[in-house]
């Protein structure tokens, strides 16, 4: 079992900056790819950004590319979210997820999930 802990999620201005942390437990850290996802109310839960398991390859949905950077550092089981230049429309809870699988844009392929975080971003 692989236990999630998001963390650093608050409100925050639009045009703002915040950064988002997903630890991890376990000594297999390395084996998992690690993505993060989104969920506004009423919503569906929505892909944001992936990372490999070595952090050699990173993704991201069309709608962050460019103000979101998702980084690892496996000697503290540590994934970074950096999110830059927010919307409003970033308002959402944001979740880590782990997986050993290679489709990291599918929320379905992830195995294990943390509680979430809460980000609001005020316009």
């Known amino acids: 079992q692989v236990q999630l802990v998001e963390s650093g999620g608050k409100l925050v201005q639009a045009g703002g900056s915040l950064r988002l942390s997903c630890a991890a437990s376990?000594?297999?850290?390395?084996?998992?790819?690690v993505g993060w996802f989104r969920q506004a109310p009423g919503k569906e839960r929505e892909f944001v950004a992936a990372?490999?398991?070595?952090?050699?390859?990173?993704y991201y949905t069309d709608s962050v590319k460019g103000r979101f950077t998702i980084s690892r550092d496996n000697a503290k089981n540590m994934v970074d979210l950096q999110m830059n230049t927010l919307k409003p429309e970033d308002t959402a809870v944001y979740y880590c997820?782990?997986?050993?699988?290679?489709?990291?844009?599918?929320?379905?392929?992830?195995?294990?999930w943390g509680q979430g975080t809460q980000v609001t971003v005020s316009s």
């Open positions: 990372i490999t398991r070595s952090g050699d390859s990173t």
């Open positions: 376990g000594r297999t850290f390395r084996s998992y790819a």
């Open positions: 997820a782990a997986t050993k699988g290679l489709s990291y844009w599918r929320d379905r392929q992830y195995e294990y």
